[in-house]
């Protein structure tokens, strides 16, 4: 009897998951087709994407994994579209385009900030989940990409991976140098006991005529002005030419 119910209950999951991918596959389907008529008559994919996300956001995997399989040359086009009709919604159509590996994970999620930059945290935070091991050039693509954004992306990537918080850091300086006081001030604000090692990385990620800046930024931060100058030293610099620059 227990053998009987366990192969009905095996036997209704079956029959629900392919009925569940029968209405999938029925409904990408429908999303080809009308891909296919609005562009034979001359609306551009990215059009195409936009009016159908709108009449349905909930449809948003359907309509970007049908779109990227049959026009993968557009995708540039297709995440524009995708994001002009649903901002909201970018984690999902990041997530779809990577799936789709139609691009690097550095292009997607540089055409996704451009299009969308108040989304840039959220589209670096889907990016690095996916390639966690790009996490620092993915950082460094997003904030050249939008440095109005830079100090908050950032920020909340460091918070998301403080393991590699100097890596974080040491990209963002070589990307945007001018902001080199910023980054120091802010990291040091969220890790207040790595001083050191905050100083020492911003020190070696910049140009040497930056370093009593960097020194400046970490006292005016909180950090000990000893600290902070042995901290600068033990990069090679002297006393010297830390107070001198």
């Not at 299009?115 to 993915?138: R, S």
């Not at 403080?162 to 300086?173: K, R």
């Amino acid at each position: 009897m227990n053998k009987f119910f366990l192969l009905l209950l095996l036997s209704s999951i079956s029959i629900g998951i392919y009925a569940k991918d029968d209405a999938l596959i029925k409904q990408e389907k429908l999303i080809a087709k009308l891909l296919n008529y609005q562009v034979r008559h001359h609306i551009s994919i990215k059009h195409s994407v936009t009016s159908l996300l709108k009449r349905y956001p909930e449809k948003v995997d359907a309509v970007l994994n049908t779109a990227l399989a049959k026009y993968p040359n557009e995708y540039k086009q297709i995440i524009r579209g995708a994001l002009r009709a649903e901002p909201a919604l970018a984690c999902d159509i990041i997530t779809a385009t990577m799936k789709a590996g139609v691009a690097t994970s550095e292009e997607i999620v540089r055409i996704a900030i451009a299009a969308e930059p108040a989304y840039a945290t959220e589209i670096v935070e889907i990016a690095a989940q996916h390639f966690p091991k790009q996490l620092d050039t993915i950082v460094r693509v997003a904030i050249v990409t939008e440095p109005f954004v830079s100090e908050s992306v950032v920020d909340q990537t460091m918070k998301s991976y403080p393991d590699q918080m100097l890596d974080i850091l040491s990209s963002a300086i070589k990307a945007i140098p001018d902001k080199v006081t910023n980054f120091v001030k802010n990291t040091l604000n969220l890790y207040p006991e790595e001083a050191e090692q905050v100083v020492t990385a911003a020190i070696n990620a910049s140009h040497p005529d930056q370093v009593s800046r960097i020194v400046d930024a970490a006292i005016k931060a909180g950090v000990d002005e000893e600290s902070a100058i042995t901290a600068a030293i033990a990069t090679g610099f002297s006393r010297e030419q830390i107070v001198k620059n």
